[in-house]
Structures are given as structure tokens and as C-alpha cells.
């Protein structure tokens, strides 16, 4: 059974300050995308990593993509209260030939102020 | 991106009712996927819905209980048959739009369901 896990699932942090989240999946593939949800809200885009060694950065967000060690990583760089939000990543296992999605447990993210 | 409207945007309904949740975009898309949220966790693929066939449904989640109808291009419903208070999450369609880089899909505002 195809697994994707985040760590932490939850993160409550200084604003100014670094860390990483971390998604590990379980099967082969080249395709991941992290989204952030508001609470209340639905997902909205942040990036896709579409091969080994992809790196997407946005303002204070980065992630990554090692397909060899089934691992990306978004880094949060100087945090400020607007990143606070859940963050999930989420897998396209390439069954099918059809485009699908296995979601990551999420990581809740609170910045402190 | 496209815009993707999905009515009711909540409910609460007695057990053993169906309610029927309807997913609009307003451009011309191929994919279409529904996804059920329980409360407080992630997202769980419930079924892809293709224009012009069945919809593919993902293990555990069967049509009777989760009947999907995909008449065009821009319009999908999704409904949840015989409620219990199980069925209590949110329900999202998504879209993966022609243009959109690989894979990448766009999500509607949601579908609040409380079964009481």
C-alpha cells in the first residue's frame, strides 16, 4: 500500500525562524505537489516538482524533490504568522496511466508572533 | 486557473438521506476528481470522473454508496447515499485543467457535510 508521511504533523514556531517539513513516500514516482489549507478553505497550488533534484522556491517557501530517497522537503525560511496553515503534500503513484493523488498525513503549521 | 464553484457549500442532513453535491468549472476539463476530508485529517481519493464514462472508483469506496455522474465537461455531482454520521467531512472536487502542468489539479471551495 502506497504510504506518503509528513513530519511533523504538527509545528508551532517562532516568526523569524527556519525549519523544514519533511514528506516520504513509499513507491516510485516523479510527481509531487504541496498545497496549503487554510482552516476552512480548500487547497491552493504552492508548487509541483516534476523530476529528481527539482527545487521550486516562492517567497519564504522552498521545496525540493530526491526521488531516489522517495523525500521532498519545504523549507520555511523566516517565518512570519501569515505561513500558519496546514501543508500537505501529496503523490501521483503513476498507476494507470491516469494522474492521481495520494495525499500526506499534513503538517499544522503555527507561527507565533 | 479555473474557477470552480461547488453547491451546497454546506449541510446538515438526517441519517439514512442522500444529498447530491455538485462540482461547476467554468472551463472545458477532462479530469475530474472527488475527494473526501474527514474532519481534522487528510484528503482521501474517493473517485476520477471521466465525460462519457464510469466513474473510476478508488478501494473502499463503492457507486452504490457514492453515485458520481459526469454529463459534460464543466459539471460533476457526487452523491452520498444513505448518510450516517461517518459520512460527517468535506467533500472537494478537483480539476486537472488541459494547460496544467503535469498532474497539477485545482481545487473547489468544498462541500461541508454534517450528518446528524
Keep these: 500500500e502506497l504510504k506518503v508521511e509528513q513530519n511533523?504533523?504538527?509545528?508551532?514556531?517562532?516568526?523569524?525562524k527556519n525549519y523544514t517539513i519533511y514528506c516520504n513516500y513509499s513507491t516510485t514516482s516523479d510527481r509531487l505537489y504541496w498545497y496549503r489549507q487554510d482552516p476552512?478553505?480548500?487547497?491552493?497550488?504552492?508548487?509541483?516538482?516534476?523530476?529528481n533534484g527539482a527545487v521550486k522556491q516562492e517567497g519564504r517557501l522552498m521545496a525540493s524533490l530526491d526521488t531516489k530517497a522517495?523525500?521532498?522537503t519545504l523549507h520555511i525560511t523566516a517565518a512570519v504568522h501569515d505561513l500558519s496553515a496546514t501543508y500537505f503534500c501529496a503523490v501521483d503513484p503513476?498507476?494507470?496511466g491516469t494522474y492521481k493523488y495520494i495525499f500526506g498525513t499534513g503538517t499544522r503549521l503555527k507561527v507565533l508572533a | 486557473s479555473a474557477v470552480i464553484s461547488q453547491k451546497p457549500s454546506?449541510?446538515?442532513?438526517?441519517?439514512?438521506?442522500?444529498?447530491?453535491?455538485?462540482?461547476?468549472?467554468d472551463s472545458q476539463v477532462t479530469m475530474m476528481f472527488w475527494y473526501r476530508q474527514q474532519p481534522g485529517q487528510s484528503l482521501t481519493l474517493i473517485a476520477t470522473a471521466n465525460q462519457g464514462s464510469e466513474a473510476t472508483y478508488e478501494s473502499g469506496f463503492v457507486i452504490d454508496k457514492f453515485p458520481i455522474s459526469r454529463p459534460n465537461l464543466?459539471?460533476?455531482?457526487?452523491?452520498v447515499s444513505n448518510m450516517s454520521p461517518e459520512d460527517s467531512s468535506i467533500y472537494l472536487c478537483s480539476v486537472e485543467e488541459p494547460a496544467s502542468v503535469a498532474g497539477q489539479q485545482y481545487?473547489?471551495?468544498g462541500t461541508r457535510l454534517t450528518v446528524t
Design chain 2, 107 to 109: 481545487f473547489g471551495p
Design chain 1, 94 to 96: 503513476l498507476l494507470s
Design chain 2, 74 to 79: 464543466t459539471f460533476s455531482t457526487l452523491t
Design chain 1, 70 to 72: 522517495r523525500l521532498s
Design chain 2, 10 to 25: 454546506r449541510d446538515i442532513c438526517q441519517r439514512g438521506t442522500s444529498l447530491t453535491i455538485q462540482c461547476q468549472v
Design chain 1, 40 to 51: 476552512g478553505k480548500s487547497l491552493e497550488s504552492l508548487f509541483v516538482l516534476l523530476s
Design chain 1, 8 to 16: 511533523p504533523l504538527f509545528l508551532s514556531m517562532q516568526e523569524g
